[in-house]
């Protein structure tokens, strides 16, 4: 009863500011993606277009039935790492660690429409070396009356916006001990005008493995977003047993063609009151030269200490739990995309962290000479201190020893199909 009284009085400010509004494993791309256009000033409806009963156009998209999709990965590559940067002067050419590696996968989803309420989704996968086979997402949405909309089983669920340290998305916040497995998520969306109010409830329990979590296992949150002509905003908290309370405040918007966001987090110690700590950014995107150069950059301060967030399973990387890095941070991001034959893509990310002096730099190259193929070259290096976040953060060996310059070749081939039947 103590919790669910917390988690009411977590959603009270949510709900009242609404009333009031009526490694490898990086994905460097996705912090480019093109915000959608805005409507434009005075546009007015059709008058010639027959209007559509949407009760008949809600029966046509919901009606029984389902999708099924099946998809397939294959991918080698090798990676000498060294345990010593080139330009040091005890560098040795012969003295590194190969990592060899390949992988096949393929998965099957089942997306069923039981109803014009009802729905799921099931995601099945497997893969070799070492067969395994896995449960992926599987969870189900229910439909209260166009109104109040239900989702809750296996699935990831992002909050926040910085593509580079993530300090926001409060959902992915994991104690140092304890469920740390993936999220099993119950949340009711309602929308209010364009945007709307989110409430959930979070586990990372191991339920796949037969645990069935207390009530302590459980995070409670909730977010309001304002989607504003003129800018995105968003107000979220985030609270679990044994866990600060945090809060968060973003806004986003466009000037002038470049992609401008803030953000900001409060952390509360509930066990020790006078612990108040928190984060706040700054960042932009901006595309050049007819979409060829896309360059973004964040500067990020983080007064938050012994934090700790859960970063899920990738292709190419297995899921881990990683501490936030504290202090001032630099990000800069490029890509930049020559020609369009081949969507060749030259690329360098790097994070910069000057009070602890190191840095984590990593320049590529991908291209995709045919269809579904696509061979990637990058050079991962940690530079600066050797106590430093990035050094102690990059790749290691059997041994676990750092391995702060390694050159990354990977060939990778992948596609999906699906079929529907209603």
């Known amino acids: 009863m103590k919790w669910f009284l917390i988690f009411l009085g977590l959603l009270v400010p949510v709900y009242l500011s609404a009333q009031e509004g009526d490694s490898l494993g990086w994905d ?9 256009p805005a409507p434009s000033d005075g546009t007015k409806a059709n008058t010639t277009v027959p209007a559509v009963n949407a009760t008949t156009v809600k029966k046509v998209i919901k009606q029984q039935g389902y999708t099924f999709g099946v998809s397939y990965g294959f991918s080698t590559g090798f990676a000498p790492g060294w ?53 992926g997402d599987f969870f189900f949405d229910y439909n209260f009356y166009d109104t109040v909309f239900f989702r809750g089983g296996k699935y990831n669920l992002s909050w926040g916006i910085s593509p580079n340290y993530g300090f926001t998305n409060l959902l992915s916040r994991v104690p140092k001990e304890g469920f740390s497995g993936d999220s099993y998520i119950y949340k009711i969306d309602v929308p209010i005008g364009i945007g709307g109010i989110q409430a959930l409830a979070l586990t ?10 207390k009530i302590e296992d459980f995070g409670f949150g909730g977010k309001y977003n304002l989607a504003l002509r003129w800018a995105d905003l968003d107000l979220g908290v985030y609270y679990k047993d044994n866990m600060p309370l945090r809060g968060f405040f973003s806004i986003k918007t466009t000037i002038m063609k470049t992609e401008v966001y803030n953000e900001w987090l409060g952390v509360i110690d509930l066990q020790n009151s006078s612990e108040v700590s928190g984060a706040v950014n700054l960042g932009f995107a901006r595309d050049f030269f007819g979409n060829k150069l896309s360059l973004a950059a964040e500067l990020f301060f983080n007064a938050e200490g012994n934090a700790y967030w859960y970063r899920p399973e990738t292709t ?63 050079t991962p290096m940690a530079l600066g201190s050797k106590d430093g976040y990035y050094y102690m953060n990059s790749a290691t060996d059997n041994n676990g020893r750092h391995l702060p310059f390694s050159l990354v070749f990977l060939i990778s081939m992948g596609g999906s199909v699906q079929s529907g039947h209603n």
């Open 316 to 378: 190419l990387q297995k899921s881990d739990i990683s501490p936030f890095i504290e202090g001032f941070n630099i990000a800069i991001n490029m890509t930049y995309r020559p020609w369009e034959k081949g969507n060749p893509r030259f690329f360098i990310q790097a994070l910069y962290a000057p009070e602890q002096n190191t840095t984590k730099l990593i320049p590529g190259f991908r291209l995709t000479p045919w269809t579904n193929i696509e061979f990637s070259i990058a």
């Open 204 to 213: 990372r329990a191991d339920l796949n493995g037969g645990v069935i979590p």
């Open 83 to 135: 345990w010593i940067v080139p330009w040091d002067s005890e560098w040795n050419k012969e003295d590194y660690y190969l990592d060899r590696g390949i992988k096949l996968n393929g998965g099957f989803t089942i997306d069923a429409q039981i109803s014009e309420a009802f729905r799921v989704i099931s995601t099945f996968s497997f893969q070799i070396p070492g067969f395994s086979f896995s449960l």
């Open 28 to 36: 460097i791309d996705t912090i480019f993606d093109e915000p959608s």
